[in-house]
C-alpha cells in the first residue's frame, strides 16, 4: 500500500511538514500526541484504509513504519 495521501492528510491536520512524516521517526513526537490527537489519528486512518486501529493497540504503535505495518497487517 503507498501511504502518501495517508501521511499528507496527516500532515494537514496536525500541521506539520510531510517531509517529517518518514518511517522511523517517532509518531507521539512528530505530531504531538495527546489522548484527543490519537483519537483524531485513528478517525483518519479509519477514513484513509479502513482499518481501526484499536486503542488498547496504540501505545505499540511508535514510529510511522509500526503504524504503516499495523494498516497492512489488518487489510
Given amino acids: 500500500m ?7 492528510t496527516i500532515a494537514t491536520e496536525y500541521s506539520v511538514a510531510v517531509e517529517e512524516i518518514k518511517p522511523e521517526n517517532n509518531i507521539r513526537q512528530t505530531l504531538k500526541l495527546d489522548s484527543m ?6 478517525l483518519i486512518v479509519k477514513q484513509q484504509t479502513g482499518v481501526m486501529i484499536s486503542p ?3 501505545p505499540g504503535i511508535t514510529t510511522f513504519q509500526s503504524l504503516y505495518d499495523y494498516i497492512e497487517a489488518k487489510m
Fill in 2 to 8: 503507498n501511504f502518501e495521501e495517508l501521511n499528507k
Fill in 37 to 42: 490527537r490519537a483519537m483524531t489519528l485513528i
Fill in 56 to 58: 488498547r493497540h496504540l
